[in-house]
């Protein structure tokens, strides 16, 4: 019977209603797998091996099955979690990284734990240095024959110049998420200079720069990978009014959707290019006819499209997962 742990924020905080690690967790206690959680900080090195503080975890049976946080009464948790023990990271068959970003050192420092569990032959999803490897906003670059044109500088002469020529500009930082540090920038904005101020920090630090793709008005899609095949349905984030940014935190609605010949073409391409590096669970991001990002962290949108089809993407992870093992 396969042993698993997630690396996760603390479970208390995680959005019941929502978060696709729970459902990662339940489809691998409903089939019979022992779950393990732990948090960033419980990783360490000691005796020329990697461990991790972890906590036996349970889903609530009242919870267990449909994920409907309904089914919770009062204030009643989804969760059982059992005492902390340390336990070596290579008695787990496998370790996912569901830690939310920042993707910031104290990120980088526990790949470097966990790639030293993969050496010791953990499966770890997605694999350390492919997570160091791909920027979720420059890998893209990669890609440039699927993206909108963009530039990325800290120079703000560069920057402007780029505006200059598209007019209508979406810049935005490199390392964040959920819409956070995101301006749309139109022809004339007395705001340009302050923007590219602000975020470059003064010319330190690089930022990409995208020409705004109006078809942001019917979704910003979120397209889920699984080693290389594409869930074939995506969830549209549409723009609350007033807003360019598609992201859920920021108040997008969300519009389950078939995805179009032109997603199955982008996902079919970056698919296998993706799981051969290790990255079994992906997120990308598709306006109109353009890849705009690809979500390799902590990618979401599980629970949504679950609900939406009757289907169940956490497990044909686990299906995925599984298979590699053997």
């Known amino acids: 019977m396969p042993s698993v742990v997630f690396v996760v924020d603390p479970l208390a905080t995680l959005n019941v209603a929502k978060d696709s690690t729970i459902a990662m967790i339940n489809a691998s206690e409903s089939r019979g797998w022992n779950a393990y959680c732990i948090t960033m900080d419980g990783l360490y090195w000691s005796d020329g091996a990697p461990w991790g503080r972890v906590q036996r975890t349970s889903i609530n049976t009242q919870f267990a099955g449909n994920l409907d946080p309904t089914s919770l009464?009062?204030?009643?948790?989804?969760?059982?979690?059992?005492?902390?023990?340390?336990?070596?990271?290579?008695?787990?068959?496998?370790?996912?990284?569901?830690?939310?970003?920042?993707?910031?050192?104290?990120?980088?420092?526990?790949?470097?734990i966990l790639e030293r569990a993969e050496a010791h032959g953990a499966l770890v999803v997605n694999r350390p240095q492919s997570l160091r490897d791909h920027n979720e906003k420059f890998s893209i670059a990669e890609f440039s024959d699927l993206t909108p044109q963009m530039v990325v500088a800290s120079r703000a002469d560069i920057l402007r110049d780029f505006h200059a020529e598209h007019r209508d500009v979406i810049f935005k930082i490199l390392d964040g998420m959920g819409g956070t540090g995101i301006f749309r920038v139109r022809d004339d904005d007395p705001n340009l200079n302050v923007v590219i101020e602000t975020l470059t920090v003064n010319e330190t630090q690089p930022i990409m720069a995208?020409?705004?793709?109006?078809?942001?008005?019917?979704?910003?899609?979120?397209?889920?990978?699984?080693?290389?095949?594409?869930?074939?349905?995506?969830?549209?984030?549409?723009?609350?009014?007033?807003?360019?940014?598609?992201?859920?935190?920021?108040?997008?609605?969300?519009?389950?959707?078939?995805?179009?010949?032109?997603?199955?073409?982008?996902?079919?391409?970056?698919?296998?290019?993706?799981?051969e590096r290790g990255l079994m669970f992906v997120g990308i991001d598709v306006i109109g006819d353009y890849l705009t990002e690809i979500n390799v962290t902590c990618p979401t949108c599980i629970r949504e499209l679950d609900k939406a089809y009757d289907i169940d993407i956490a497990g044909q992870l686990m299906d995925a997962v599984s298979k590699r093992l053997n």
């Not at 009643?76 to 340390?86: K, T, V």
């Not at 397209?223 to 360019?244: C, H, S």
Request: charged letters at 25%; zero cysteines.
């Open 210 to 275: 995208q020409r705004y793709i109006p078809e942001i008005d019917a979704g910003d899609k979120r397209i889920l990978i699984v080693d290389g095949e594409p869930i074939p349905y995506a969830l549209a984030r549409i723009p609350k009014q007033g807003e360019t940014r598609g992201n859920l935190a920021a108040g997008a609605s969300a519009v389950p959707q078939p995805l179009s010949d032109r997603d199955w073409e982008i996902a079919r391409y970056l698919g296998p290019k993706l799981a």
């Open 73 to 112: 009464g009062g204030s009643q948790e989804w969760f059982e979690a059992g005492e902390p023990e340390s336990k070596p990271l290579s008695s787990f068959d496998a370790i996912f990284m569901r830690k939310d970003p920042p993707f910031d050192m104290n990120y980088i420092y526990a790949t470097y």
